[in-house]
């Protein structure tokens, strides 16, 4: 896939980018922007595990504010992600990016995309290109039978998509982005779409030409 539309639209929108071809690549480049000691956090993203960016994190070179330490209850994880608002580094995935330069993610608890939006110094995406799609709509249409069920399904939730590989949304004649099923286990509850940034720089996106999580 030629990302080069893509690259310069995301810089237009005052974002960072780099384009490599591999996963291991995106993980020497992410180490690049990673300064040692750095109090460094992610949200959860199958991307990131198949870079290997978890263990990067547990060498010891950062303070890695870690939501999947060994004993945390469910007070230890929300301190975490209460954390994570704080720290210098926040890593994530995304769900989709325009070839307008748009990020579109969708979260359940919004414990993923808060710090996008807003806290750390520093957010970096890693972005497979089986992420990239043309528009808003073709965003939200490849979240609702790509991304969303199968996280649903991988997180166990009892939803209509996990069992169906769709939202129950797309099942109408027009549906609109937010709707969805009325389980509590509902995992598409915030959408937030990031254009053009006012803090130039601070959103940096790694492009790989590998397809990468859901």
Do not use: W
């Given at each position: 896939?030629?990302?080069?539309?893509?690259?310069?639209?995301?810089?237009?929108?005052?974002?960072?980018?780099?384009?490599?071809?591999?996963?291991?690549?995106?993980?020497d480049t992410?180490?690049?922007?990673?300064?040692?000691?750095?109090s460094v956090?992610?949200?959860?993203?199958?991307?990131?595990?198949?870079?290997?960016?978890?263990?990067?994190l547990?060498n010891?070179?950062?303070?890695?504010?870690?939501?999947?330490?060994?004993?945390?209850?469910?007070?230890?994880?929300?301190?975490v992600?209460?954390?994570?608002?704080?720290?210098?580094?926040?890593?994530?995935?995304?769900?989709?990016?325009?070839?307008n330069?748009?990020?579109?993610?969708?979260?359940?608890?919004?414990?993923?995309?808060?710090?996008?939006?807003?806290?750390?110094?520093?957010?970096?995406?890693?972005?497979?290109?089986?992420?990239i799609?043309?528009?808003?709509?073709a965003a939200?249409?490849?979240?609702?039978?790509?991304?969303?069920?199968k996280?649903?399904?991988?997180?166990?939730?009892?939803?209509?998509?996990?069992?169906?590989?769709?939202?129950?949304?797309?099942?109408?004649?027009?549906p609109?982005?937010a709707?969805?099923?009325?389980?509590?286990?509902?995992?598409?509850?915030?959408?937030?779409?990031?254009?053009?940034?006012?803090?130039?720089?601070?959103?940096?996106?790694?492009?790989?030409?590998?397809?990468?999580g859901?």
């Amino acid at each position: 896939m030629n990302f080069t539309n893509v690259e310069q639209a995301l810089k237009n929108n005052n974002m960072e980018v780099y384009t490599v071809a591999s996963a291991t690549d995106a993980l020497d480049t992410l180490k690049t922007l990673l300064p040692t000691g750095a109090s460094v956090s992610v949200g959860g993203s199958v991307t990131l595990a198949q870079c290997g960016v978890l263990e990067l994190l547990k060498n010891g070179d950062y303070n890695y504010l870690d939501r999947y330490e060994a004993g945390l209850d469910a007070d230890g994880i929300r301190n975490v992600m209460l954390r994570a608002l704080t720290a210098d580094v926040y890593i994530s995935g995304a769900n989709a990016v325009t070839e307008n330069g748009e990020i579109f993610n969708v979260d359940g608890n919004a414990n993923r995309v808060a710090p996008i939006l807003f806290g750390p110094k520093s957010v970096i995406l890693l972005v497979g290109k089986n992420k990239i799609v043309k528009d808003i709509e073709a965003a939200h249409i490849r979240i609702k039978t790509i991304a969303a069920p199968k996280n649903a399904k991988r997180l166990g939730c009892d939803t209509y998509c996990a069992k169906t590989g769709h939202c129950v949304a797309m099942e109408k004649e027009k549906p609109c982005i937010a709707d969805g099923c009325n389980s509590d286990t509902r995992i598409c509850a915030d959408y937030v779409i990031c254009a053009r940034q006012r803090q130039k720089n601070r959103i940096k996106v790694i492009l790989v030409d590998e397809e990468l999580g859901f």
